[in-house]
């Protein structure tokens, strides 16, 4: 069986994708043993054999040589072998060419469902090898489409399609079509079928990859970021610390008049950004994750990782923020339980002893 057309179809993918014909081969001549045993019923053996170099498509009978025959449809005496082939002897595979008049019509319809089937295993396996390595980081994106919820995005120009899940959403944020996004790579999924490309605007990790971005200090490893919490939309608090007393690290996040970290407020859609200076006392990083709260003490409690937080009386509603977001934010930066009071909720001579608190 001769098929010029389709050896021609298979070097075209070789020219203009790159795509090896030996690639196809083995899946397309698998497959075609399938669909003759399926068109003809046979249930001997059958043998494919596709040659590029010839443009050819040749099916074989093929049968086990035996000293006895116990199953006629896949074996074959060795008297009855020599018949055909001479130097036929036990443990020979007979291979006999089979005329194929009616199975060209089978065959290109096979071929072609094993070329696309290929070509989206092929598409699959470039994408994961080609986005494995950027899980974590930060990229940009355009929309497609806005579906059942999900939005779907175009990844660098690249053709790549992610998909943003309504869970990794800014919750307010619209999402147009053709619009530019930063978004976090946050999985890379081979779900056997198709590659999925996992997208986040919500991820603690966007905040911290924007930082690297606009801050060289960070990026140089100058400046540490400690801890991120977030509620994405409305506000973030990012710990930021530095072992060289030289580098102001708040001045380093922060930039000339605002500059850096306003450009992340920016691609952050307006959410506002608590820099906090990160401690290694427990009980001043407390203080400080509260701010922009002022606190005049903080104390330990009984229990692991617990403190009460005392402030002024006109900053309690500061301290703990609209809904509570602020002391919670504060809670999930420090990874402390965090009581906050103001300070005629305690007496008097409990607030003794400030520890120096009340400058922070």
């Known amino acids: 069986m001769i098929n010029q057309d389709f050896f021609s179809a298979l070097e075209d993918l070789e020219r203009e994708k790159g795509i090896s014909q030996e690639l196809f081969i083995n899946a397309l001549e698998t497959a075609l043993v399938s669909a003759y045993k399926k068109a003809t019923g046979e249930t001997g053996g059958i043998l ?4 590029p170099e010839k443009k050819t498509i040749k099916i074989y009978s093929t049968k ?18 020599v018949l055909i082939k001479k130097s036929s002897k036990a443990g020979d595979v007979l ?3 089979i005329a194929t008049k009616n199975f060209g019509r089978i065959a290109a319809q096979t071929a072609k469902q ?5 070509l989206r295993e092929i598409e699959r396996d470039n994408t994961v090898s080609e986005f494995e390595d950027k899980e974590g980081e930060l990229m940009t994106c355009s929309v497609r489409s806005v579906e059942d919820g999900n939005v779907y995005v175009e990844i660098g120009g690249s053709q790549i399609e992610g998909i943003m899940m309504p869970k990794d959403q800014v919750p307010g944020e619209k999402y147009e079509v053709n619009q530019k996004l930063n978004v976090y790579v946050k999985k890379v999924k081979n779900s056997g079928k198709v590659a999925q490309i ?7 990790g966007l905040v911290k990859r924007l930082f690297e971005n606009e801050v060289p200090e960070i990026k140089q490893g100058l400046v540490t970021i400690k ?3 977030r509620d994405p939309g409305q506000r973030t608090k990012i710990a930021i610390y530095s072992e060289d007393p ?6 380093a996040c922060v930039g000339n008049k605002g500059a850096r970290v306003n450009a992340i407020v920016e691609q952050l859609g307006g959410e506002k950004i608590d820099i906090i ?4 006392n427990p009980l001043e990083f407390i203080a400080k994750a509260l701010s922009p709260a002022k606190v005049i003490k903080v104390e330990q409690l009984e229990g692991d990782n617990s403190a009460r937080v005392i402030v002024p009386d006109d900053k309690l509603s500061l301290a703990i923020g609209r809904s509570g977001q602020n002391a919670r934010l504060a809670v999930r930066l420090t990874g402390w339980k965090i009581d906050v009071k103001s300070e005629s909720m305690v007496p008097a001579t409990e607030i003794e002893g400030t520890t120096g608190l009340e400058e922070i």
Do not use: C, F, H, Y
Not at 48 to 51: A, I, P, R, S
Not at 246 to 251: C, E, Q, R, S
């Open 114 to 118: 094993i070329i696309m089937q290929k």
């Open 198 to 204: 996992i997208v986040s605007r919500t991820a603690n």
């Open 277 to 280: 200076p990160w401690s290694e």
């Open 64 to 81: 086990n040589v035996v000293e006895t025959v116990t199953d006629p449809d896949k074996e074959i005496s060795v008297e009855d072998a």
């Open 227 to 229: 801890g991120i919490a």
């Open 48 to 51: 494919v054999k596709l040659t």
């Open 95 to 97: 291979s006999t060419e």
């Open 246 to 251: 030289a580098i102001d690290a708040l001045g």
